[in-house]
């Protein structure tokens, strides 16, 4: 289980992309981490395999997960809404079933091609989101499907916590706090990505104004130099943690300046660490997050 009360250091899953759950399990569990954060793709192939949710269980006894993604586009109307409920369902049933403690909802259009000019034209089947909407009535749609989520993820006593992808129209910290005040469910949180903040336009001031008691936990992640436009996330986040534009330690010490304390998770993009040996770039990145985390 999680302990709010100590800072913890995760695993994700996107940092060995191309690995099955069971080694990622491994790679947590021999290297020291706190726990593991996975998603549901990789939990519903290990069992779609023919493992058991016991075995399931049983190989993740130990480690912490604080949350599985994704539930993407969470804003989707009409029958696009119906499906993405019966997603946020099936992720729920998926974290309850590993011992999970809670799902992660991403604001939408996850495709950033929408962005493109003659989008619409070039590409007449993309999904287009609420973009087209004015922002106050992006904010108030996407609170509802929000809210909606967090009933479906309470029936499993679990926490949903909001990432807002920073090509996306309600980037920022403060857009992402509008909609969690419009959603008015206590089991709903915010993850701070370092990425997605600073390509947002957010800064480490902005975080270290930020009620801890809203973040959920951080996603500890670099970038390269970002001119603005619409951020590639695909070129923007090849790079080493480390290695990046991001002053690392002065994001970590605005989080910590808010007085949070919890799960701090290695997510990671680079294209050339997710071909290296995945025990060696996870102890790299668990060397960094001590140093810069628990030192």
Request: with cysteine; aromatic share 8%.
């Amino acid at each position: 289980m999680l302990n709010p009360n100590k800072n913890q250091l995760i695993y994700h899953s996107m940092a060995s992309k191309w690995n099955t759950l069971a080694i990622d399990i491994d790679i947590a569990r021999t290297l020291g981490f706190d726990g593991l954060e996975t998603s549901g793709t990789k939990i519903s192939a290990f069992l779609g395999a023919g493992f058991s949710e016991e075995e399931l269980r049983s190989r993740l006894d130990g480690l912490s997960m604080p949350g599985i993604g994704f539930l993407i586009d969470v804003e989707r109307q009409g029958a696009n809404r119906k499906d993405m409920l019966l997603e946020a369902e099936r992720l729920c049933s998926l974290a309850a079933a590993s011992g999970a403690q809670g799902i992660e909802a991403i604001t939408g259009p996850l495709d950033i091609r929408v962005f493109e000019q003659n989008a619409t034209e070039r590409y007449p089947d993309i999904y287009r989101g609420l973009i087209d909407l004015p922002l106050d009535r992006q904010t108030v749609l996407t609170a509802e499907n929000l809210r909606a989520v967090a009933d479906i993820a309470a029936n499993y006593g679990l926490i949903v916590y909001l990432e807002a992808l920073s090509w996306t129209p309600l980037n920022t910290m403060d857009a992402q706090m509008r909609i969690i005040d419009l959603c008015q469910r206590d089991n709903v949180r915010l993850v701070i990505d370092f990425w997605h903040s600073y390509t947002s336009g957010d800064t480490p001031e902005r975080i270290a104004r930020f009620d801890k008691d809203l973040i959920y936990g951080v996603h500890l992640c670099d970038s390269l130099p970002f001119s603005g436009g619409i951020p590639n996330e695909a070129i923007l986040r090849d790079v080493p943690t480390g290695n990046g534009i991001l002053n690392l330690q002065e994001w970590v010490d605005a989080v910590k300046s808010t007085g949070f304390q919890g799960w701090w998770s290695c997510e990671l993009f680079c294209n050339r660490q997710h071909q290296d040996n995945s025990y060696d770039v996870a102890q790299e990145l668990k060397t960094l997050m001590e140093r810069l985390v628990l030192a």
